[in-house]
């Protein structure tokens, strides 16, 4: 047996991946990392949803787990999965809604196998409703959301986020109610269904965007690298690049026109106020970059943090990497791969300090442990060579 110990924090659970592409993984890599006993269960025949399985894309996604092959349209393989449940504490999904009930695994199936079942189900737009058959994908949901609508410079059309921030989003909230679903299932002894979606996911990180309008009915518009309300918060032209400069507050704007020795901007009028500077914004952008214009973004980094203003270069991924504090951070780990090699993924972002998260094994080779998953269950040799046979497994 090669159970997977990546940490001892949640080394008591075992999870049941059904996920694919990349909100359902996320959500499970974090369970991984943690040390969750994950088996991920793909289809016999293989599928490329999720990419080449060498692609770092698949590699950061699918750590920490061991892999085993079943098919859940058999009799057989589904009576497996059964069998599977009442050893779990999660199952993880992101079909569309109705393929779990097709398919005979919803909520509703597995807690008569096991009552302590928790079902973990990701959409694109929730289980029911209006777009409940409709497929779910990052963009589609960033667009819905009104992430699109935000982003970008003011006249240009819409923008995409530049990563799949509503996925991901939507797998990390899936976790955090895993935990607590977990947390309450030790006081009422019950299992119980969790659900995240993307478009709600996508809701969640426009956060004062977002309440801008259920509060008081202000729709947001883009701003391109200004903040909506704080000015001058933005993205500056530099003798070599760009800088972030953050400033909100009239202490932060006096250090700031200090610093850059623009007295003059001090005393205008239209700059006077929080509101003044934030409506008077292009005239203002036009004068700091004037000024920021005539330094490196490295001088004016030294300048602006002896000054007390928040500010920060604006890196490409390779600068990133090299970042010092960054390095420090340990944002990158190593782990080997038995066919790639060594291979540096992205490391698990949260820190516990008795119990750490680790990246223990790269991801499995498909199928790599399903024998040894159904000795676990107490087959027999005869019977698992006959499922390999039947294509069960």
Not at 222 to 243: C, E, L, R, V
Request: hydrophobic share 40%; aromatic share 6%; charged share 20%.
């Amino acid at each position: 047996m090669t159970k997977i110990s990546a940490s001892s924090a949640l080394s008591r659970f075992r999870v049941l991946d059904l996920s694919r592409v990349r909100a359902g993984p996320a959500c499970v890599r974090q369970l991984a990392d943690f040390g969750a006993d994950v088996i991920k269960i793909e289809n016999v025949n293989p599928e490329d949803l999720a990419g080449p399985r060498e692609s770092s894309d698949f590699q950061n996604l699918h750590r920490n787990k061991r892999s085993m092959t079943l098919n859940l349209k058999s009799p057989q393989g589904l009576s497996i999965f059964k069998e599977l449940v009442k050893t779990a504490d999660v199952v993880v999904e992101n079909y569309r809604p109705d393929v779990k009930y097709r398919l005979g695994i919803d909520y509703e199936a597995l807690k008569l196998v096991n009552p302590k079942i928790i079902l973990v189900s990701i959409s694109g737009f929730g289980q029911d409703g209006p777009y409940e058959k409709l497929p779910g994908f990052d963009q589609l949901a960033q667009g819905l959301s009104g992430l699109m609508s935000v982003t970008g410079n003011p006249g240009e059309g819409p923008m995409r986020v530049g990563a799949a921030v509503a996925d991901v989003a939507a797998g990390f909230l899936a976790a955090m109610g895993v935990l607590t679903a977990l947390l309450e299932r030790e006081v009422s002894g019950e299992g119980q269904w969790v659900q995240s979606n993307l478009l709600q996911a996508g809701l969640a990180l426009l956060d004062f965007q977002a309440a801008r309008y259920t509060m008081s009915g202000e729709v947001a518009k883009q701003m391109g690298n200004d903040h909506p309300t704080f000015m001058p918060t933005s993205a500056y032209q530099t003798k070599d690049g760009y800088i972030n400069i953050a400033v909100s507050g009239l202490g932060m704007w006096e250090k700031f026109c200090a610093c850059i020795k623009r007295d003059d901007l001090l005393e205008d009028s239209e700059f006077k106020t929080g509101p003044g500077r934030s409506k008077g914004r292009a005239r203002l952008n036009l004068e700091i970059n004037k000024t920021t214009s005539t330094k490196s973004t490295d001088e004016w980094m030294k300048m602006l943090t002896a000054g007390g203003v928040p500010c920060g270069p604006i890196y490409t991924m390779d600068q990133v990497f090299a970042d010092p504090q960054v390095q420090h951070l340990g944002a990158s780990a190593p782990v080997n791969h038995p066919e790639l090699g060594e291979l540096h993924l992205l490391n698990q972002p949260v820190k516990l300090s008795r119990t750490p998260a680790n990246l223990k094994t790269a991801s499995p080779i498909r199928g790599a442990h399903t024998r040894e998953v159904l000795i676990e269950l107490g087959l027999g040799e005869q019977a698992i060579e006959n499922y390999f046979a039947q294509g069960v497994v």
